[in-house]
């Protein structure tokens, strides 16, 4: 069960690499990190979603007007991002030994015990360089002033709503249903709930916002309203939304405007 445990783990960060691609190439640009706290964050820093794309003109990628060291900056991006996409290659291709490996020594365990445990050293070995060659993908794909270790889940959602308070924003949290699906959704959930309280504080000149958690059977709902003026500033929920093939509804309401997306729980 444990190497079972941790091959779902494994499979889920290797989809979470080459999804979250396009959002970590925005912020090795220099888009502003979805980490940092409220009073990090200066209105003037956002994307329009997509990035931006470097001419051919000039031969070395720059664009008139362009100054030379950002165009060599988004070419470190774009070798940085190719060598990534190279090594997830990699990694698919362990992964799926690995699963097979775990397969066949779960079905030959009674019959040929002494195969079965050959079988999931090879897969522990495979295991073993999967984890390598993701840490070696996420050096590739660092974003600068990020942080490191632990990431946060929704136990530090009321942390981060305090904070929002002291900048000015009056936040209210309601959590609906019972929660579950693992770290992965959880992150991704608080970075959405982060970033839209953001937006209100910095771009909608928000003074008050209601969170709003709903798990549901199939999915988790998120919904931020708030008090503020129209923006559309949302390039890392629509990016971490993809993740989980869910969707981003924002529109403008009677007296503010409000962020809802819907992000499948994995099974």
């Given at each position: 069960?444990?190497r ?7 499979h ?5 690499a080459?999804g979250?691609m ?7 640009r220099g ?6 706290r ?7 820093g ?5 990035g ?19 165009a060599a ?23 799926s ?9 779960r079905?030959?365990?009674d019959q040929?015990?002494?195969?079965a ?24 794909l660092?974003?600068e ?20 308070r002291?900048?000015g924003l ?20 608080y970075?959405i709930v ?27 709902e ?11 500033r ?14 981003v ?19």
């Open positions: 069960m444990m079972l445990s941790a091959l779902r783990v494994i889920c960060w290797a989809a979470s080459r979250g396009a959002s970590l190439a925005a912020g090795l888009a502003p990190s979805a980490g940092r409220p009073g990090a964050v200066s209105p003037g956002d994307r329009a979603r997509g931006r794309r470097v001419g051919a003109e000039g031969g070395d990628g720059a664009r008139p007007g362009r100054p030379a060291h950002l900056e988004d070419d470190v991006v774009r070798e940085r991002l190719r060598i990534a996409s190279e090594l997830h290659d990699l990694v698919a291709h362990d992964l030994v690995m699963t097979l490996g775990v397969g066949a020594g079905v030959i365990m040929d015990p002494e195969r445990r050959r079988t999931f050293r090879e897969a522990e070995e495979s295991g073993r360089r999967v984890l390598s060659d993701l840490r070696r993908m996420m050096g590739l660092r974003v002033g990020q942080r490191h270790g632990p990431q946060p889940g929704l136990g530090e959602l009321p942390g981060l709503i305090d904070d929002f002291a900048s009056a936040v209210r949290l309601t959590e609906v249903g019972a929660r579950g699906s693992g770290p992965t959704l959880e992150l991704s959930a970075r982060e970033e839209a309280l953001g937006n209100a504080l910095w771009y909608g000149m928000a003074r008050s916002a209601t969170v709003t958690l709903r798990w549901l059977p199939a999915l988790l998120v919904v931020v309203h708030d008090d503020g003026l129209p923006r559309d949302l390039v890392g929920t629509w990016e971490r939304a993809a993740l989980f093939g869910g969707s509804a924002a529109h403008r309401l009677p007296g503010g405007f409000e962020v809802r997306v819907r992000l499948l729980r994995p099974a």
